[in-house]
């Protein structure tokens, strides 16, 4: 199962400025047309409930899986309680062969904490924010093997590292 982590942030590592905060308000279109095409390819995204919500609404063309203590009512999406080895079993038993975590900050952390994470692609846009939510935190360190570096636009730089085997 290829577990792609995919995360636009700001040049001091921040995923957000508060965590209402939607990624549009500050990301490039071309980052979005590139989160578009990644999950469509991959078919299936999973986020948390707070990230969900800066978004409002299921992602088209995609199978939409939300993190939540508690079951939400948004049509179109699959609200799953579960860790998040539970969730990739579940869709590994179901044939899925790639999905996507799209955040926010506590997905991600659990994710890499848990050693899922086979893939990492992150878009550095040209903005400090002095402050704001970090990418993932809570685990030991973990070693990337840089693939390949794609220039989405003049200022827009997208990385994609493979998580190396430990
Ligand atoms: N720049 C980017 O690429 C990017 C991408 C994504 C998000 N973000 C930003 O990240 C921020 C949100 O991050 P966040 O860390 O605050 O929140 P989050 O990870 O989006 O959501 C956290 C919520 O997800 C649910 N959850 C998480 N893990 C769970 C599990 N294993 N089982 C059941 N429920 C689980 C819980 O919801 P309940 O409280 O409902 O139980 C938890 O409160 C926003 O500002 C967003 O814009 C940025």
Do not use: C
């Not at 799953?80 to 899925?96: T, W, Y």
């Not at 990418?135 to 493979?162: C, M, R, W």
């Amino acid at each position: 199962m290829r577990v792609v982590l995919i995360a636009a942030i700001s040049a001091d590592g921040k995923i957000a400025q508060s965590p209402l905060q939607s990624s549009l308000a500050w990301t490039s279109k071309e980052d979005t047309a590139f989160f578009v095409e990644k999950t469509k390819e991959a078919g299936v995204v999973i986020m948390g409930r707070r990230t969900f919500e800066t978004i409002g609404r299921p992602l088209k063309g995609r199978r939409l899986i939300v993190l939540s203590e508690t079951p939400g009512a948004v049509e179109g999406v699959e609200y799953v309680n579960a860790s998040p080895r539970d969730v990739i079993e579940r869709l590994e038993r179901e044939g899925v062969t790639q999905v996507v975590v799209g955040g926010g900050s506590s997905v991600y952390s659990q994710f890499l904490h848990a050693g899922l994470v086979t893939d990492v692609y992150l878009t550095v846009e040209p903005i400090l924010f002095g402050g704001g939510v970090h990418l993932a935190e809570g685990f030991d360190p973990i070693q990337l093997s840089l693939v390949e570096v794609t220039k989405l636009n003049a200022q827009t730089v997208l990385l994609h590292y493979q998580v190396a085997p430990s």
